[in-house]
Each structure stands twice: as C-alpha cells, then as structure tokens.
C-alpha cells in the first residue's frame, strides 16, 4: 500500500498526464476551448477544468473519450 505522499503524487501526476492528453487532443482537431464545448455538448467551464487537471466528473471524461472516438482507460499498477 502507498503512503499519502506517494498516493498525492500519483494522483497529481494522472490528472496532469490527463490534462495535458485532453488539451493536446483539442489541439490536433484545431479547437478552440468554445469550439469543442459546442461541440461536445460539454459545459466550456468543464472543459477549462478538465485542462487544468480539476477531474470531479467521471461522466464528462466518458463524454470526451466518446468524442474522440477513444476509450477510457484506467489502470492499477
């Protein structure tokens, strides 16, 4: 089992990892955040969250991962 400072840094480091994959994904599609709101149906507010590694809402990860034609993968290791 990992103790709480390890636990916070991995926890840190997946939702950066996540945030940077999401922006840099709207990027390749040449979206502007507005843009992919509109697009997506996403509230732009979740979107500028999710950019900025704020993750509360598991939903609008599946919604995202749907738009890009991708999957959601979590892992333990």
Known sequence: M?????F???QLETR???ARQLRLLREEKGLSVKEFAQA????EKHIW????????NFGAIFALA???DKKVKIEFY
């Open 16 to 18: 950066y990892n996540f």
């Open 2 to 6: 990992q103790d709480k400072k390890t």
């Open 8 to 10: 916070k840094k991995n």
């Open 40 to 43: 997506s149906n996403i509230f």
């Open 66 to 68: 749907q738009f890009f």
């Open 49 to 56: 969250e999710l950019e900025l590694g704020k993750i509360e």
